[in-house]
């Protein structure tokens, strides 16, 4: 028999979520304290929002953003792509792993799909649906109800 496990769901495994929201902290917490030697990201505020691993926990994919965009994002990811390898070292000092997972900075649009989906809900004719489909629901569910009673 195989020792290979297949997960029948596309999603992330238990393992990458954990070690992910242990990096998060880790890297949080090293960027809130100032502790790489490097005096331009020592100046920015930047928020870890998410990481997200490999299958293999070899590489972590970290998305951050300035707070308040004090800076550009693109000249955050750039500072911390210079001190990758002090960063990874933290991480690795942190965290029980057999391998330290190799650092990758990306944009956090978390933000930004927000408030899409905010100006999106907003939109009279999405209003229009949805009040349209909640009144479906309504019939349906009296339609189920007994006359006097309750189902």
């Given at each position: 028999?195989?020792n290979k496990r297949t997960?029948?769901g596309?999603g ?15 890297l ?12 331009d990201?020592?100046r920015?505020?930047?928020?870890v ?17 300035p707070?308040?965009?004090s800076v550009p994002?693109e ?7 210079r ?31 927000l ?7 907003a ?5 229009k ?5 909640e009144g479906?629901?309504d ?6 109800t007994?006359?006097?009673g309750?189902?």
């Amino acid at each position: 028999m195989s020792n290979k496990r297949t997960s029948s769901g596309d999603g992330p495994h238990q393992r990458q979520l954990r070690v992910g929201e242990l990096i998060r902290r880790t890297l949080s917490d090293v960027l809130n304290r100032a502790e790489i030697h490097d005096p331009d990201l020592n100046r920015m505020s930047i928020t870890v929002g998410e990481v997200s691993c490999s299958t293999d926990l070899k590489v972590a994919t970290v998305y951050v953003m300035p707070l308040m965009g004090s800076v550009p994002v693109e000249e955050a990811i750039a500072a911390l792509a210079r001190n990758k390898a002090e960063l990874r070292h933290r991480v690795a000092s942190q965290l029980t792993l057999k391998y330290a997972p190799d650092l990758r900075f990306r944009p956090d649009e978390t933000f930004d799909r927000l408030d899409e989906t905010r100006r999106l809900f907003a939109d009279p004719r999405v209003i229009k649906d949805l009040e349209a489909s909640e009144g479906d629901a309504d019939a349906e569910d009296d339609a189920d109800t007994p006359p006097g009673g309750t189902a």
